[in-house]
């Protein structure tokens, strides 16, 4: 498989994919089969039969529609709790989700196994996390949330319109200086994090121009690695993965979402200022 900057979807196993069912159909392909193949054949059982678009699209949509529950739960608690001057529990709430959302992210990677519970448990704590730190910037920017999740919805189907009309087409150049750029800005994050601890300020996260303009190029970066994420679901598709993958593929979306989410609620919270 074609490399991918997701941790998600690094070391797939190479074996993983039902031959006997031939071509499945991708993204870019409408239902059917492939031309000069036939429709695949019928499967032994629903859980061995290889993964589909509706499989993905299903897949992630409950992991999006339950940290989205989680999330706004979260966010009017932690309003509450901002009003009440209660930022102890708040911040509290907030470091255990991104811990466990963490170290269950690492088990997923890792273990590079699909798993339905994992997943939706993966995306209800960083819903968790996401509504703690919205319902935050939410009572200091009101209306910022739903630009938010608005600007985030835009993005992903922007990219998902890109990918499906092959507007840019996921080449290996591409998708090195996909992978290139996304080390680079983790890098940078790290090393200014790091500097931070000694007081030491780069400019990249105090709301300045230089802040604005890096925000801009971490959420365009994230943005292409939505192609990856898209091609890579594609080749799992393809290759006949069993369904049960589908959720491997939900997982390594909602962290790209996660991650486009945080950046665009940076972002806006710069401009208010």
């Given at each position: ?5 997701n941790p998600a979807f690094r070391r ?47 897949k992630t949509g409950l992991s999006l ?209």
């Amino acid at each position: 498989m074609r490399s991918t900057s997701n941790p998600a979807f690094r070391r797939l196993p190479a074996n993983a994919g039902h031959g006997q069912y031939g071509p499945n159909v991708g993204f870019n392909q409408p239902q059917g089969g492939v031309p000069g193949y036939g429709t695949p054949q019928a499967p032994a059982g629903a859980g061995d039969r290889p993964m589909t678009v509706d499989d993905v699209v299903i897949k992630t949509g409950l992991s999006l529609g339950t940290a989205l529950v989680t999330g706004i739960i979260t966010a009017i608690w932690a309003q509450g709790q901002v009003e009440g001057r209660s930022t102890g529990a708040l911040f509290g709430v907030m470091i255990v989700a991104l811990l466990v959302g963490l170290v269950l992210s690492l088990v997923m990677i890792f273990k590079q196994k699909p798993s339905g519970p994992m997943t939706i448990a993966y995306s209800a704590v960083e819903g968790v996390f996401l509504g703690a730190i919205t319902g935050l910037f939410e009572y200091i920017y009101p209306g910022i949330a739903l630009q938010a999740i608005i600007g985030t919805a835009g993005v992903f189907i922007a990219m998902l319109v890109v990918y499906k009309t092959g507007a840019v087409k996921v080449t290996p150049k591409l998708t090195k200086w996909i992978i290139g750029a996304t080390a680079g800005v983790v890098i940078l994050m790290l090393a200014n994090l790091v500097l931070s601890l000694f007081g030491v300020n780069m400019g990249l996260r105090d709301g300045g121009a230089l802040a604005i303009i890096f925000s801009l190029v971490v959420i365009g970066i994230a943005a292409f690695n939505f192609l990856l994420d898209f091609d890579m679901a594609d080749k799992m598709i393809r290759e006949g993965y069993p369904s049960k993958w589908a959720w491997f593929a939900a997982f390594g979306l909602m962290t790209t979402l996660v991650w486009l989410y945080l950046e665009i609620l940076r972002l806006l919270s710069y401009l208010r200022d």
